[in-house]
């Protein structure tokens, strides 16, 4: 029978479904998918789909890239692997989600770089010719790599079709490489800028091509983490000028942005719903500053000048080398005297992260599961391991087989789909033509 609402009125038996089935996990979600075609449906649609990630929202984690320590090594050599880690009392991981492509495609454990996370989907770069000690003092290794867009809760990922603009791998090129979310379009996006390139390219799921930006750049990324947080339908980086924007949805570069402070290190976040810059002074060991944009119509290229303000100043107790973000608009998260340290600006509490001794990471993003789909993507399988995986990927089969259940009863505004389902083919990871790594970007030209 249905209930009333506070208001008096009474809830249909599907509203009721939804607020109790948005609040489960995403793994739960997915076996529940077989309960019924009824459940199946729900659980499909855009609006369910919405409503789970706006509660998820809530409680976000740290998608981290994992290096195993060697003891009679010079250096940590990369695992590869990714895992999911709490930031908090116990700074611990929480899952192992292994890699964002099926086991045996490659007949080794490349090395990889985290890209972009954005609504639970997640953008990596993979090098697939071989493994390399990313802390090697040696010089700069450029390789061929593979781009996927993963979603690491549903397992499903789709390895990206090769860029249009290639290079010689022996010639100096810096790439920078960022992963955003069209809201207006529901599209995820991959935006590539060569140093060397007049003009740079972007990459639709939905379209599943590249294309080039029919406007040349007055400036590029300068830091190793390439692009930072996409906020707003906006995907932005620092450049050597100032802040760099990237419109999503119109495909197009606004930069030179004015910063608060003009300077290389300046770690883009999102504070409260805002744009905001972090920078460490120098001068003043340990204090960190955060501006927040007064106005995003300077965003637009219009000519509109940007103003901040200063919202907050810590002193975090200790040097500090870098910001390297901001999570929940409350953990500062930074390098300091070679260590990871989180201080808390709600607690004005500081403190080193405890991490597996075991291992290292070089790269943290904000991460939160969702049901999102991203269209032409394949199961990721590693069945046949032991762990977290080894719930297998036999229920997630079988929706892929039975995706069509209910196809005749949706039109297309509630089916579910990022993109267009007729997507092309896209190219194989034995390509040999493919483009070089973003790896390189571990050469931070910011540090010279």
Not at 131 to 140: E, M, N, Q
Not at 174 to 201: C, H, N, Q, W, Y
Not at 328 to 355: M, P, Q, T
Request: include cysteine; charge should be negative; hydrophobic fraction near 35%.
């Amino acid at each position: 029978m249905a209930k009333r609402n506070d208001g008096g009125e009474r809830l249909r038996e599907e509203d009721l479904l939804i607020s109790v089935l948005s609040r489960l996990d995403v793994k739960t979600l997915l076996q529940c998918k077989a309960v019924s075609k009824t459940w199946y449906s729900l659980i499909s649609t855009p609006f369910f789909i919405k409503s789970h990630l706006n509660r998820a929202l809530t409680t976000t984690t740290l998608l981290v890239r994992l290096f195993k320590y060697e003891p009679h090594c010079d250096s940590p050599e990369q695992d590869g692997s990714f895992s999911l880690f709490e930031l908090g009392g116990c700074d611990d991981f929480v899952k192992h989600l292994v890699f964002p492509y099926s086991k045996r495609v490659y007949p080794f454990t490349p090395s990889s770089l985290l890209i972009g996370c954005v609504c639970g989907v997640v953008c990596v770069c993979v090098d697939r010719t071989v493994a390399i000690k990313v802390y090697s003092r040696g010089p700069t290794v450029k390789t061929p790599t593979d781009i996927y867009i993963w979603n690491p809760a549903t397992k499903q990922s789709k390895l990206v079709p090769l860029p249009n603009t290639r290079y010689d791998c022996n010639d100096n090129v810096k790439v920078a490489l960022g992963f955003g979310f069209d809201p207006v379009d529901v599209d995820f996006k991959v935006v590539r800028v060569l140093s060397t390139a007049i003009f740079p390219e972007v990459y639709s799921v939905n379209r599943n091509v590249w294309r080039k930006i029919e406007t040349k750049l007055s400036d590029i990324p300068c830091r190793k983490s390439n692009f930072g947080i996409c906020l707003h339908g906006y995907l932005f980086a620092i450049g050597w000028n100032g802040l760099m924007a990237f419109d999503l949805n119109k495909e197009v570069f606004t930069c030179d942005i004015q910063l608060p402070v003009h300077t290389v290190y300046a770690c883009i976040a999102e504070f409260k719903d805002s744009i905001a810059v972090i920078i460490s002074n120098f001068n003043e060991k340990g204090r960190i500053n955060l501006w927040t944009l007064d106005d995003e119509a300077c965003l637009c290229g219009s000519g509109v000048k940007a103003s901040w303000t200063m919202m907050l100043t810590v002193d975090v107790g200790l040097e500090c080398h870098r910001v390297y973000g901001l999570f929940n608009s409350a953990e500062l998260l930074l390098l300091a005297v070679g260590d990871w340290f989180s201080y808390n600006l709600d607690k004005k509490v500081g403190r080193y992260i405890n991490s597996n001794p075991i291992f290292y990471f070089d790269k943290f993003l904000e991460y939160t599961e969702s049901l999102l789909p991203v269209a032409g993507s394949e199961l990721v399988n590693w069945s046949a391991d032991k762990g977290d995986n080894e719930e297998s990927s036999t229920d997630s089969e079988e929706f892929s087989e039975n995706s069509n259940v209910d196809s005749e009863d949706n039109n297309e505004e509630t089916r579910v789909s990022v993109g267009s389902e007729d997507d092309n083919e896209v190219g194989t990871t034995d390509s040999e033509d493919s483009e070089e790594s973003s790896s390189d970007s571990e050469d931070d030209a910011g540090d010279e």
